[in-house]
């Protein structure tokens, strides 16, 4: 089955910094790869996603990225501010049939400091 | 006010017992999908369910149950046979074959 490899695991950065993070996934045929942010407390919330199909999606402060050939694709939230800081989850389905179900990286605890 | 809601926000219960976590939504959402969360663990499949009667276990099934009865609702019964109960349990619909999925604001679950 899909298994979703998420890194770094902490990410501290100063305020106005940039900040990347990284997931490789094994499944080939998988072709949609969403990113998560949840806030303390509060509920996971679709921020940006990709499909197989582009390389890159870009707005305003973040993007994705997506190399096919490595299976990996990045975050990359530019002037980081501190309202960033929260966990970010990247997720992947299954490439075979025709389940929606996501399979999510162990996540990623951002802090900016201001 | 559409969305997907879970009850309650908290939930103790004592070893040994079953005990039943409510999912309903009203975006008109065919799938729906229970994940556990743990600290450091990311979100791990439970059940999902892609339409009403219907539904597959995901990647930690043991010791928990489901049903899907009408469409709006995915309530999740955790049974004794659990071993480690305690969690943050987030319950999420999606319409079949975009991908994005909306989650509910969780029940956090302790049993003592």
């Known amino acids: 089955g899909e298994n979703v490899e998420q890194h770094p695991s902490t990410l501290s950065v100063q305020e106005g910094d940039s900040a990347v993070i990284k997931c490789t996934y094994s499944?080939?045929?998988?072709?949609?790869f969403p990113w998560y942010k949840q806030e303390l407390g509060k509920r996971p919330q679709l921020i940006i996603d990709?499909?197989?199909?582009?390389g890159e999606k870009k707005d305003q402060r973040i993007a994705v990225t997506l190399n096919k050939t490595a299976k990996h694709f990045s975050l990359h939230i530019t002037e980081t501010q501190p309202e960033d800081s929260a966990v970010y989850f990247c997720?992947?389905?299954?490439?075979?049939?025709?389940?929606?179900?996501?399979?999510f990286g162990t996540g990623t605890l951002l802090a900016v400091q201001p | 006010d559409g969305g997907i809601t879970q009850s309650p926000k908290y939930l103790f219960r004592k070893e040994g017992q079953n005990v039943t976590l409510s999912c309903e939504q009203n975006?008109?959402?065919?799938?729906m999908y229970w994940y556990r969360q743990d600290p450091g663990q990311g979100l791990r499949l439970i059940y999902y369910?892609?339409?009403?009667?219907?539904?597959q276990k995901g990647d930690i099934a043991e010791g928990y149950s489901v049903s899907r009865e009408k469409k709006e609702s995915f309530p999740l019964t955790v049974t004794s046979a659990q071993k480690n109960p305690t969690a943050f349990y987030l319950c999420?619909?999606?319409?079949?074959?975009?991908?994005?999925?909306?989650f509910g604001q969780g029940t956090r679950l302790t049993v003592v």
């Open positions: 999420a619909s999606s319409i079949l074959g975009t991908g994005e999925a909306f």
């Open positions: 499944d080939s045929a998988s072709n949609y």
């Open positions: 990709i499909r197989s199909n582009v």
């Open positions: 997720a992947a389905p299954p490439g075979t049939g025709a389940t929606n179900k996501l399979i």
């Open positions: 975006l008109n959402h065919d799938a």
């Open positions: 369910s892609q339409i009403v009667n219907d539904f």
